[in-house]
C-alpha cells in the first residue's frame, strides 16, 4: 500500500540555454503514515518533486501516482494539502476568514466551515485567533495558520514546501516540535522539503537525499528514531550519526560535478 | 487621552502645514493682482489718451482693478462674481453657477460611470484572455492619441443626428476619457497575485471566477482607486469639452463658452473655479473612500 508511487519520474524544463533537467529517473514509495524530509542543495528537483506530486509541474517522463490516481485527478479528489514558503494569507480576510477559503472554494456547507476551523485552530493551538487579521499575528503564527488552512479539507498528505524557511530558529524548533506532534495525532503522510540538516533528521522516518545536474535521489535513509521525539534527541549519538549519514549523501551527491 | 494625543498630533500637523499653505496662497494673489494691473493697464492707458487726460499711477492702478470686461480680472472680481453666481441666484436659474454645475456634474458622473465600467470589463477580458490582451491595447492607447477637442464635436454632432441629446452625448466623451486610467489600472491590478498565490489556487482546484472574486479583484482595489481618482478628473474635463461645442447652453463648459463671446472674463474665471472646486470636491470623496476600504481590507500601506 502506498500513498506515492514514483517510478522513473523525469522532468525537463526547455529554456534558451538548452534543456534543464530538474528530475531524472526518480524512483520512490512512501507509504501512508510516514514523515518524508527531501533534503538536497538548490536546484536539485526537490520543490519540483513536490511541485509535481501537487500536479503543479507535470512530469515529462516517468509514471507518478498519488493515492493510485493521476496527479491532477488527485488534486481535484483533495488528496493534499500544500503549504508554500510564505504564509500567503490574505489581508482582507481575518484568520478564520483564511482558513475558510479553500473550504468556500470546495463548496462546503457554512455550519460545516465552522466546525472545521474551529478544529483545525485548535489542532495548530491558534484557538481564539480567529477574529485577528493576519498582521495582528507573529510570523509563526502566520505560517501556522497556513498550516491549519492546509489541513482544513482533510487531505491525507501534508505537502510543505520549505514552510519555517522565512522564521527564525527559536520559533522553527516550536514550530517543529508541534508539527511533529501534529503528525502523531492525525497520522497524516507528510513530504517535507528542506535545506537544514537538522531539520530532516528531526522530523523524519524517511529522509529522501538529492542532487542537482541532473536533480535526482542519491540516497533514501529510515530514519532509526522513535516516534515520540523531545527537542533534545538532537544531542543523542542516534541523531549526530543520523545527520552524518545525511551529510555523507550530499556529499556523495556533489562529487559527480 | 488617546483622543487627547490625536487633538494635539492634528492640531500640530494643521500649524505646520497652515503657514506654508497661506504662504503660498499669498505669493498667487499677490501675482496674480500685478498680473492684472499689467495686462488691464493697456486699455485704461489708451482710454485716457482718447478722453485727454494724464492719470496718476494710483488712478491708474485703481482703475485697472474695477473694470467690466478686463483681460484678466482681479482675485476679488472673480471672487464677487463667483459668489454672486453660487449664493446670488435662485438655484434653479440659468444665471446660477450651481445648476450650470449641477448639469456638469450629472453628466461627469455618468460618464465616469460609463468609463469605470468599461476600464474594469475590458481589463478583466485582457487580463483573461491573451488575444485580447494583444488585441484590446493597441486600440485604447490610440483612443487617447487622438485629441479630445477634434473628437467631441464629432460625437455631439453624430448622436445629435440619431436623436441622442443632452447628457448623454457629454457622458460619452466623459467616459471616453475615464476608461483608460481604469484599464491600464486595473490590467496592472488584477496581475498583483504572485505566482504563490497563483499555485495556492490551483492546489484548491479553484476555478478562474473563484480566483477573480476572492484573489484577482481584491488584490487589484489599491490599483483601482488611485485609477478612479485620475479618471473622475479627466471625466470632468470631458464633459466640460463636451459642452463647448454646438451650441450647449447649459453647463460650466457652455458658461465658459458664452463668456468667452462676450468677453465676460469675470464669468470664465468664475466657471473655471467651480470648475476646479468640482473637480477637487470629486477627488477628495475617491480619495475618503480609497482610505475607508484599503484600511478596511488591511491594504493601506
Known amino acids: 500500500m502506498t500513498v506515492i508511487e514514483a517510478s522513473g519520474v523525469s522532468l525537463t524544463f526547455q529554456t534558451a540555454d538548452g534543456p534543464v533537467h530538474a528530475l531524472k529517473d526518480v524512483d520512490l514509495s512512501i507509504a501512508p503514515g510516514e514523515f518524508v524530509s527531501f533534503i538536497g542543495p538548490s536546484g536539485c528537483g526537490k520543490t519540483t518533486f513536490l511541485r509535481s506530486i501537487a500536479a503543479l509541474e507535470t512530469p515529462t517522463g516517468g509514471t507518478l501516482r498519488v493515492n493510485g490516481m493521476e496527479p491532477d485527478a488527485?488534486?481535484?479528489?483533495r488528496a493534499y494539502g500544500y503549504v508554500f514558503q510564505a504564509p500567503g494569507l490574505y489581508p482582507w480576510r481575518t484568520i478564520s476568514g483564511n482558513i475558510s477559503l479553500p473550504l468556500e472554494i470546495m463548496g462546503f456547507s457554512k455550519a460545516d466551515r465552522a466546525e472545521r476551523i474551529a478544529r483545525v485552530m485548535d489542532l495548530v493551538q491558534?484557538?481564539?485567533?480567529?477574529?485577528?487579521?493576519?498582521?495582528?499575528?507573529?510570523?509563526?503564527?502566520?505560517?501556522?495558520?497556513?498550516?491549519?488552512?492546509?489541513?482544513?479539507?482533510?487531505?491525507?498528505?501534508?505537502?510543505?514546501?520549505?514552510?519555517?524557511?522565512?522564521?527564525?530558529?527559536?520559533?522553527?524548533?516550536?514550530?517543529?516540535?508541534?508539527l511533529l506532534a501534529?503528525?502523531?495525532?492525525?497520522?497524516?503522510?507528510?513530504?517535507?522539503?528542506?535545506?537544514?540538516?537538522?531539520?530532516?533528521?528531526?522530523?523524519?522516518?524517511?529522509?529522501?537525499?538529492?542532487?542537482?545536474?541532473?536533480?535526482?535521489?542519491?540516497?533514501?535513509?529510515?530514519?532509526?528514531?522513535?516516534?515520540?521525539?523531545?527537542?533534545?534527541?538532537?544531542?543523542t549519538p542516534e541523531f549526530i550519526a543520523l545527520a552524518h549519514e545525511v551529510r555523507e549523501g550530499l556529499r556523495d551527491g556533489h562529487g559527480h560535478d | 487621552?488617546?483622543?487627547?494625543?490625536?487633538?494635539?498630533?492634528?492640531?500640530?500637523?494643521?500649524?505646520?502645514?497652515?503657514?506654508?499653505?497661506?504662504?503660498?496662497?499669498?505669493?498667487?494673489?499677490?501675482?496674480?493682482?500685478?498680473?492684472?494691473?499689467?495686462?488691464?493697464?493697456?486699455?485704461?492707458?489708451?482710454?485716457?489718451?482718447?478722453?485727454?487726460?494724464?492719470?496718476?499711477?494710483?488712478?491708474?492702478?485703481?482703475?485697472?482693478?474695477?473694470?467690466?470686461?478686463?483681460?484678466?480680472?482681479?482675485?476679488?472680481?472673480?471672487?464677487?462674481?463667483?459668489?454672486?453666481?453660487?449664493?446670488?441666484?435662485?438655484i434653479t436659474s440659468r444665471r446660477s453657477l450651481v445648476w450650470h454645475a449641477w448639469v456638469t456634474l450629472s453628466a461627469t458622473l455618468a460618464g465616469f460611470a460609463i468609463g469605470t465600467g468599461a476600464g474594469i470589463l475590458l481589463a478583466v477580458g485582457i487580463v483573461h484572455s491573451r488575444s485580447m490582451d494583444q488585441s484590446v491595447m493597441p486600440w485604447a492607447v490610440a483612443s487617447q492619441t487622438v485629441?479630445?477637442?477634434?473628437?467631441?464635436?464629432?460625437?455631439?454632432?453624430?448622436?445629435?443626428?440619431?436623436?441622442?441629446?443632452?447628457?448623454?452625448?457629454?457622458?460619452?466623451?466623459?467616459?471616453?476619457?475615464?476608461?483608460?486610467?481604469?484599464?491600464?489600472?486595473?490590467?496592472?491590478?488584477?496581475?498583483?497575485?504572485?505566482?504563490?498565490?497563483?499555485?495556492?489556487?490551483?492546489?484548491?482546484?479553484?476555478?478562474?471566477?473563484?480566483?477573480?472574486?476572492?484573489?484577482?479583484?481584491p488584490s487589484s482595489l489599491p490599483y483601482l482607486f488611485a485609477s478612479l481618482k485620475v479618471a473622475i478628473a479627466a471625466a470632468l474635463v470631458g464633459t466640460i469639452v463636451g459642452e463647448l461645442p454646438a451650441g450647449a447652453t447649459a453647463g460650466l463648459g457652455a458658461r465658459l463658452l458664452s463668456g468667452s463671446y462676450y468677453g465676460q472674463t469675470v464669468q470664465i474665471w468664475s466657471a473655471l473655479f467651480v470648475a476646479a472646486l468640482l473637480a477637487a470636491g470629486l477627488v477628495a470623496i475617491v480619495g475618503w473612500l480609497e482610505r475607508r476600504t484599503l484600511d478596511r481590507m488591511g491594504l493601506a500601506r
Not at chain 1, 502566520?142 to 510543505?160: C, G, K, P, T, V
Not at chain 2, 494724464?54 to 483681460?71: C, F, G, N, S
Not at chain 2, 457629454?170 to 481604469?182: G, N, Q, T
Not at chain 2, 491590478?189 to 489556487?201: E, F, K, S, V
Request: proline share 7%.
Open chain 1, 182 to 235: 501534529l503528525w502523531r495525532k492525525t497520522g497524516k503522510t507528510i513530504g517535507f522539503v528542506t535545506h537544514s540538516i537538522p531539520e530532516a533528521v528531526y522530523l523524519s522516518t524517511k529522509i529522501v537525499v538529492m542532487s542537482p545536474r541532473p536533480g535526482r535521489i542519491t540516497r533514501i535513509i529510515d530514519s532509526t528514531l522513535p516516534p515520540d521525539r523531545p527537542l533534545d534527541i538532537r544531542d
Open chain 1, 74 to 77: 488527485a488534486r481535484r479528489a
Open chain 1, 126 to 178: 491558534l484557538s481564539g485567533f480567529g477574529g485577528k487579521f493576519p498582521w495582528q499575528l507573529s510570523g509563526g503564527m502566520q505560517q501556522r495558520a497556513s498550516i491549519a488552512r492546509a489541513l482544513a479539507f482533510d487531505a491525507d498528505i501534508l505537502l510543505m514546501d520549505e514552510p519555517f524557511g522565512a522564521l527564525d530558529e527559536i520559533v522553527r524548533d516550536r514550530l517543529k516540535e508541534a
Open chain 2, 147 to 217: 485629441p479630445i477637442l477634434a473628437i467631441a464635436p464629432m460625437v455631439i454632432v453624430v448622436l445629435s443626428s440619431m436623436g441622442i441629446t443632452g447628457l448623454l452625448p457629454k457622458a460619452i466623451i466623459a467616459a471616453w476619457l475615464s476608461f483608460f486610467p481604469v484599464l491600464v489600472g486595473m490590467v496592472k491590478g488584477l496581475r498583483t497575485p504572485d505566482a504563490m498565490q497563483l499555485d495556492q489556487m490551483r492546489s484548491w482546484s479553484a476555478s478562474d471566477a473563484q480566483v477573480f472574486w476572492r484573489l484577482r479583484l
Open chain 2, 1 to 90: 487621552m488617546r483622543s487627547a494625543k490625536g487633538c494635539a498630533t492634528v492640531t500640530a500637523m494643521t500649524k505646520g502645514r497652515l503657514v506654508p499653505v497661506l504662504t503660498v496662497l499669498m505669493v498667487i494673489v499677490a501675482v496674480w493682482y500685478l498680473a492684472a494691473i499689467r495686462m488691464n493697464a493697456q486699455w485704461e492707458r489708451d482710454q485716457a489718451a482718447r478722453a485727454e487726460v494724464t492719470l496718476t499711477l494710483p488712478d491708474l492702478v485703481a482703475r485697472t482693478l474695477v473694470q467690466e470686461r478686463p483681460v484678466l480680472p482681479a482675485p476679488h472680481q472673480v471672487a464677487v462674481g463667483l459668489w454672486e453666481g453660487l449664493a446670488g441666484q435662485a
